[in-house]
């Protein structure tokens, strides 16, 4: 079974933070995403990318930065945390056109 | 660019019924399309992709069909139960090699 992990389910934090949100897959997929999932607006691509220290800029990247110093591993990091980036954020991998699996999502609450 | 609408956005049935879950996107030109479901609070499960080249796929009481001319996808579930409820999202992936979501359907199966 395809495996996507995220290092939290739950985390509370507060403005001026900041928060590491880490993301493994174990099979061995090149592309790897992050999107954050609200209310009303559906998932939104923060960023991805398609290989070892490899990113690309998706829809909403503002506010976030990543790294990708290992093929499995994807982090995301809010340099400052803000009230509006309060989200479920979601981690996904797959290889070139295929299906794409979704890790459990971590609720992000910054107060 | 690619839009991709899912219709109703919520839909209530009682146990037992057949049902349907709609989905259109406006550019044909994809590679594939996968249905998800999401549970409240956790990430998607990939519970179908169809291929450009096929016409339908199916795991269980799921038959996903796909008519790239018109722009439409399908995911019939037969014989619902309570256990079905969640959100049913599309999504294709076009020549961009990136997934465009559509906004989901909220599926309630009454028993």
């Known amino acids: 079974d395809v495996k996507v992990t995220q290092s939290s389910r739950y985390l509370v934090k507060r403005t001026g933070e900041k928060v590491f949100l880490e993301c493994v897959q174990d099979m061995d997929h090149e592309n790897m995403f992050w999107y954050r999932q609200d209310p009303g607006l559906g998932l939104r691509l923060i960023y991805f990318?398609?290989?070892?220290?490899?990113?690309e800029k998706g829809d909403i990247p503002e506010g976030y930065s990543v790294s990708r110093e290992k093929k499995e591993r994807f982090s995301l990091i809010l340099e400052s945390a803000s009230t509006n980036q309060t989200s479920m954020y979601l981690c996904?991998?797959?290889?070139?056109?295929?299906?794409?699996?979704f890790g459990p999502g971590t609720r992000l609450t910054v107060t | 660019k690619q839009e991709v609408t899912q219709i109703p956005a919520a839909l209530s049935v009682p146990e037992g019924e057949n049902l349907v879950l709609n989905c259109s996107f406006t550019?044909?030109?994809?590679?594939?399309l996968q249905w998800f479901r999401q549970d409240p609070g956790k990430g998607l499960t990939s519970l179908l992709l169809?291929?450009?080249?096929?016409r339908e796929q199916t795991s269980g009481r799921l038959n996903a069909s796909l008519d790239k001319s018109s722009g439409r996808s399908t995911l019939y579930i037969a014989a619902s139960q309570p256990g079905d409820s969640a959100t049913y999202l599309c999504?294709?992936?076009?020549?961009?090699?990136?997934?465009?979501f559509g906004g989901g359907t909220r599926l309630m199966v009454k028993p």
């Open positions: 550019d044909s030109a994809i590679y594939n």
């Open positions: 990318s398609y290989d070892v220290k490899m990113k």
């Open positions: 999504a294709v992936m076009g020549t961009g090699n990136m997934l465009t």
């Open positions: 169809i291929q450009s080249s096929q």
């Open positions: 996904a991998s797959r290889s070139d056109r295929v299906e794409q699996y």
